[in-house]
């Protein structure tokens, strides 16, 4: 019926937008395909959900490593690889190198491209050089180098189609998300929220690379592509100005709010999903006023950028529980009517289910107890503070003042959850959500802005919550109760992407190198296999000649790498305690393989 | 002052053997002899070091360097100074270079290009957030070098001196 309606009222414009058309439809079908691997998180609806069950609850125990490939590489390994038909495409971290594997031929190279970066761009990449994957569309792979290059190549050849600059690294700004195809475009964000730059949302056209449009996280209408009547927050029109209101001066040209994260898209809605990040500094006292939209869910049309609703979960940020990880769309039954959700599991610690359509907000939870920043989100719609957090005072970086160490803040500054992406499960209904069990004390302190040079204001120590020694959880989440349905302790913070399989798996990596696999209804383990390296990648799956593989990338590193790769110190520790932690470096050191498993073939 | 035999021996060993350049690479003796006018303590040889009291209290520029480096270096090095995948663990690092060496390269930045396996610091030169306080942070970081200090906050520490606050408004600038 809508195809119909497509041809007869939009024949003209059909013309035009064959292009459009054709890569939507293509793209739509190939994700549907669940022997292939397409895009970067599945589908448009980020589910990492995957319909292959060769390998189920009853046989995983049997997987062993099919094949391996190294990347060179010995740098942080976010991401995934994609399948397009007999294909496997692989990216790298810095110099982002990109592999067209053979899988007719145990993986050998047909074509590779080694982009060549000044590298002068690595030390403005806050938390390593990682590259967070590929996407493909219209027999091109689209790669975000580190430098803001995006690039399309030939998937047949490697040749370059066309090759674009987004951004500026001498200020700061850098590469490290996935290109997103949707519809017609391609879209990529902005790293740089420790270097003070202002972030934005790039559409390019898919055919020649020329940008359609840009949406800013702070600054005037113009650039936030905000609508002060039609954008809403919470159901009410956001009004004129409505983030250069919430900050001093100028300070929004320097504001942060970067889109380093993951996207999704719903094609009936026509809205493009994301998070912004923290604002710039990490120093609270520096910039007054609720500086939106850093910390937001945004939902913007997909043709033009215009926003149609957004929601800041943590106004006047103190902590940096950046708002970037992935929007994952589910259509699931609140209160007995079929909804069309939106859930995510911010760093700030809590769960949200959110109305994907209007912006409703209809769960907030918190995905750890040891959650202490906030006691709650204030669900009230009478009241003036609906949808804002309800803070703790005694956790207020900047109600204890500058120079002044507030200890003992859950979640620590990498959050509850970091990029690491979580997964759903339409049998069981569940998200399966990789956390960090990490508490900090934070002081912040004055610090001057320079162009791209580090522009952070705090000091910050962490630690597991007292009385844990374990420093991550995976765990099970009902989005429409916000509840914990069973939690797997870990003893380091699970930093990899989930996957989860209608074989009744679910999927993920450990920081030590563990691949593991759980049962999706229980969470009791079935599987493990220690890899080269820690994991920080996303196990990902496809079928090649009637067998089912699951692959991670191994390569520790990322902020994961910062924070952990060399131990944490117990607060109760003395001073120069001698043991404090099993340090992380007691179990990996730096890699960077992609393993792959499947059924023993007998 | 009379130079007694064994050193002049050495000294004229030295003169002819080892090249100068390699002596001054190596930090000397941290004991802290003099304290300047800003509060900061020095070793014989003139060098920035820490003082630290019997009952384990760290001068100021030390837990000014703790809260500095934890906050511009922690990004690439680590937390206190432990090192990361990609940048080395200056607690290490500072066993066997100098304060000019030190100096030399916060201030330059560094290149180590491997192939591939590339590792580079910025040069800070431009950096108020780093150079205004570069002495604490070498003090900060010679003392976890040495075991002086181990890791975490230290507990206590002596009170800002007014000549640092001074200096530091001074050299950071208006907010």
Same mark, same amino acid.
């Given at each position: 019926m809508r195809k119909l309606l497509l041809a007869s009222c939009f024949g003209v414009a059909a013309l035009f937008t064959a292009g459009y058309a054709a890569a939507n439809d293509e793209l739509a079908k190939l994700s549907a395909d669940p022997n292939q691997w397409v895009m970067p998180a599945a589908n448009f609806a980020n589910t990492r959900y995957s319909e292959l069950k060769q390998i189920n609850t009853e046989n995983v125990h049997k997987i062993a490593p099919a094949w391996t490939f190294s990347t060179g590489v010995l740098r942080g390994h976010e991401g995934a690889p994609l399948v397009i038909g007999d294909v496997m495409y692989l990216h790298a971290p810095f110099p982002n190198t990109v592999f067209a594997l053979d899988l007719n031929n145990d993986g050998k190279i047909l074509w590779k491209y080694e982009p060549k970066q000044d590298p002068n761009v690595i030390p403005v990449m806050c938390c390593d050089t990682v590259n967070r994957g590929l996407s493909y569309a #219209?027999?091109?792979? *689209?790669?975000?180098?580190?430098?803001?290059?995006? @690039?399309?190549?030939?998937?047949?050849?490697?040749?370059?189609?066309?090759?674009?600059?987004?951004?500026?690294?001498?200020?700061?700004?850098?590469?490290? #998300?996935?290109?997103?195809?949707?519809?017609?475009?391609? *879209?990529?964000?902005?790293?740089?929220?420790?270097?003070? @730059?202002?972030?934005?949302?790039?559409?390019?056209?898919?055919? #020649?690379? /020329?940008?359609?449009?840009?949406?800013?996280?702070?600054?005037?209408?113009?650039?936030?592509?905000?609508?002060?009547?039609?954008?809403?927050?919470?159901?009410?029109? @956001?009004?004129?100005? =409505? =983030?250069?209101?919430?900050?001093q001066g100028d300070q929004w040209k320097i504001g942060g709010g970067d889109t380093w994260g993951w996207y999704s898209f719903d094609p009936e809605l026509n809205l493009i999903y994301y998070g912004s990040g923290n604002p710039s500094t990490w120093n609270p006292k520096q910039r007054p006023g609720d500086n939106k939209w850093s910390m937001t869910i945004w939902a913007r049309d997909a043709?033009?950028?215009?926003?149609?609703?957004?929601?800041?979960?943590?106004?006047?940020?103190?902590?940096?529980?950046?708002?970037?990880?992935?929007?994952?769309?589910?259509?699931?039954?609140? %209160?007995?009517? %079929?909804?069309?959700?939106?859930?995510? *599991? $911010?760093?700030?610690?809590?769960?949200?289910?959110? $109305?994907?359509?209007?912006?409703?907000?209809?769960?907030?939870? /918190?995905? $750890?107890?040891?959650?202490?920043?906030?006691?709650?989100?204030?669900?009230?719609?009478?009241?003036? %503070?609906?949808?804002?957090p309800i803070r703790v005072k005694a956790m207020s970086t900047e109600a204890n003042g500058e120079d002044v160490n507030s200890k003992g803040i859950c979640p620590a500054a990498l959050g509850s959850k970091d990029e690491q992406p979580a997964a759903y499960s339409p049998q069981t209904e569940l998200f399966y959500v990789p956390t960090n069990h990490v508490c900090m004390d934070y002081e912040p302190f004055k610090v001057s802005y320079s162009a791209g040079q580090p522009y952070v204001g705090a000091t910050l120590s962490m630690y597991p919550p007292s009385g844990d020694s374990n420093m991550g959880n995976f765990i099970a989440w009902d989005g429409k109760t916000g509840k914990i349905v069973w939690s797997d302790p870990e003893q380091f913070s699970v930093w990899s992407g989930a996957?989860?399989?209608?074989?009744?798996?679910?999927?993920?990596?450990?920081?030590?190198?563990?691949?593991?696999?759980? #049962?999706?209804?229980?969470?009791?383990?079935?599987?493990? *296999? /220690?890899?080269?390296s820690g994991i920080i990648g996303n196990v990902m799956t496809y079928e090649h000649g009637g067998r089912q593989y699951v692959a991670i990338l191994s390569g520790v590193g990322g902020w994961a790498g910062i924070g952990l790769a060399a131990g944490l110190n117990k607060p109760t520790d003395g001073l120069g305690a001698v043991g404090g932690y099993a340090a992380l470096s007691n179990y990996t050191a730096l890699g960077g393989t992609l393993t792959v498993f499947a059924l023993p073939s007998d | 002052m009379t130079i007694s035999k064994p050193i002049l021996g050495l000294g004229f060993a030295l003169a002819f053997a080892a090249p100068?350049?390699?002596?001054?690479?190596?930090?000397?003796?941290?004991?802290?002899?003099?304290?300047?006018?800003?509060?900061l303590w020095h070793d014989k040889d003139g060098d920035p070091t820490y003082k630290i009291e019997a009952d384990g209290t760290v001068d100021w520029y030390t837990f000014s360097g703790f809260r500095r480096y934890n906050a511009a270096c922690i990004v690439c090095h680590g937390p206190d100074g432990a090192g990361s995948s990609y940048a080395p663990a200056l607690a290490n690092s500072l066993k066997t270079m100098s304060y000019a060496e030190f100096f030399g390269i916060v201030v330059s930045g560094r290149k180590d290009l491997l192939n591939g396996n590339d590792l580079v610091m910025p040069a800070f030169a431009d950096n108020k957030n780093a150079m205004c306080y570069l002495n604490d942070i070498y003090v900060y970081l010679r003392a976890r070098s040495t075991g002086a200090v181990g890791r975490g906050r230290p507990d206590k520490h002596a009170p800002k001196p007014q000549a640092f606050a001074t200096a530091e408004d001074k050299c950071m600038g208006p907010d």
């Open positions: #219209d027999g091109k792979i *689209f790669l975000h180098q580190a430098d803001t290059t995006l @690039v399309a190549l030939d998937a047949k050849t490697g040749a370059v189609v066309w090759s674009v600059k987004d951004g500026d690294p001498s200020k700061g700004e850098t590469g490290t #998300d996935a290109p997103y195809v949707f519809k017609d475009k391609v *879209f990529i964000g902005v790293s740089g929220g420790e270097f003070g @730059v202002r972030g934005w949302l790039s559409a390019y056209n898919i055919k #020649d690379g /020329k940008l359609a449009w840009r949406g800013y996280s702070e600054g005037p209408d113009s650039d936030t592509l905000i609508d002060p009547e039609k954008t809403t927050a919470l159901g009410k029109p @956001v009004g004129k100005d =409505s =983030s250069t209101s919430t900050w043709d033009t950028g215009k926003a149609k609703w957004v929601y800041q979960m943590t106004p006047h940020d103190e902590w940096d529980y950046d708002g970037v990880n992935e929007m994952i769309l589910t259509d699931q039954k609140i %209160d007995g009517q %079929d909804r069309k959700l939106l859930t995510h *599991f $911010d760093r700030n610690g809590f769960g949200y289910t959110l $109305d994907r359509a209007t912006g409703e907000l209809l769960v907030a939870q /918190k995905f $750890d107890p040891k959650v202490n920043w906030a006691t709650g989100i204030n669900m009230d719609k009478a009241s003036p %503070d609906y949808g804002k996957l989860a399989t209608a074989g009744g798996v679910v999927f993920y990596g450990t920081l030590e190198g563990y691949l593991k696999a759980v #049962d999706a209804k229980t969470g009791k383990e079935l599987y493990k *296999f /220690k890899t080269p | 100068v350049v390699a002596l001054a690479d190596m930090p000397g003796d941290p004991t802290a002899v003099k304290q300047d006018d800003q509060g």
